[in-house]
């Protein structure tokens, strides 16, 4: 089992960055690959990006491809995700998640809120 607590959300304008983290507690963060996912008011959960164990692989929705950078620290129990040239529609609470079996994610943290004003 692992917990997982997202941090670094905020307010930002437009074009901006910000960097969110996710601590994991535990041991067995270097044996899950790992997601972000967000949530907008109104709107279902769609991901946004994942990695793997060893953080080799990448895989970023389209939406936020060449804008957002997933990575990790399995030293540090940590996942980032890197957020630049942030747009109004970005706009959501952001999640980490533990991938326990194929695209099946069993761990969430409590969420970030990010907004970005226009």
């Known amino acids: 089992q692992v917990q997982l607590v997202e941090s670094g959300g905020g307010l930002v304008q437009a074009g901006g960055s910000l960097r969110l983290s996710c601590a994991a507690s535990g041991r067995t963060f270097s044996t899950y690959p790992m997601g972000w996912f967000r949530q907008a008011p109104g709107k279902e959960r769609e991901f946004v990006a994942a990695?793997?164990?060893?953080?080799?692989?990448?895989l970023t929705a389209d939406s936020v491809k060449g804008r957002f950078t997933i990575s990790r620290d399995n030293a540090k129990n940590t996942l980032y995700l890197q957020m630049n040239s942030l747009k109004p529609e970005d706009t959501a609470v952001y999640y980490c998640?533990?991938?326990?079996?194929?695209?099946?994610?069993?761990?969430w943290g409590q969420g970030t809120q990010v907004t970005v004003s226009s």
């Open positions: 998640a533990a991938e326990v079996r194929y695209n099946e994610y069993d761990y």
């Open positions: 990695i793997s164990r060893s953080g080799d692989n990448t």
